[in-house]
């Protein structure tokens, strides 16, 4: 028997990475708080392929889109087009449906590729017009998430984050 797919009509958030170290703080925090919530698995959805995504967000029509995605593996190629073209490719879709959003990026050593993708990724954020909050861990916590999750909840200033 395969599980239905679970949808709520009056979606609050999209999430990416859900089933990821930080992104499952934030699914366990979101659901908690009976906020109505869309957490696809990995194999249900590729970031990698953007009009799919676009058409995916246009459909559930979400409130808020929070990206906890990123590949930490050895694959340079991949760890660039994960941590790199998926937060442009959402920041296009944002910016194009109007829907705010926030990206997490994680703490790496400032040497490491996965440092560069997070810094690539950052300076694209920046340089779109999309609503975005940027939010950088240096340490993975539920205060973490509680830090961003007020942002969305009091509308705080677009912008860079450091907690």
Known sequence: MSEGLFIPENLDVFLFGGSGKVGSLFKERLVKDEVPLFAPSQELIDLHHAEYVKML???TSPKFIINCASYSGENEELISHTNTLIPF???????DLDIPWM???RSHP???SLAKASEEALRIIRNSETRCYI???SSVSE???DECLNLKNTNA???F???
């Open 157 to 159: 200033e677009y912008k």
């Open 89 to 95: 490719t959402l920041s296009q879709i944002c910016f």
């Open 57 to 59: 967000i246009e459909s």
């Open 103 to 105: 990206h997490i990026l």
């Open 135 to 137: 939010c950088k861990a």
């Open 110 to 112: 400032s040497d490491s």
């Open 161 to 163: 984050y450091e907690f």
């Open 143 to 145: 205060q973490f998430i």
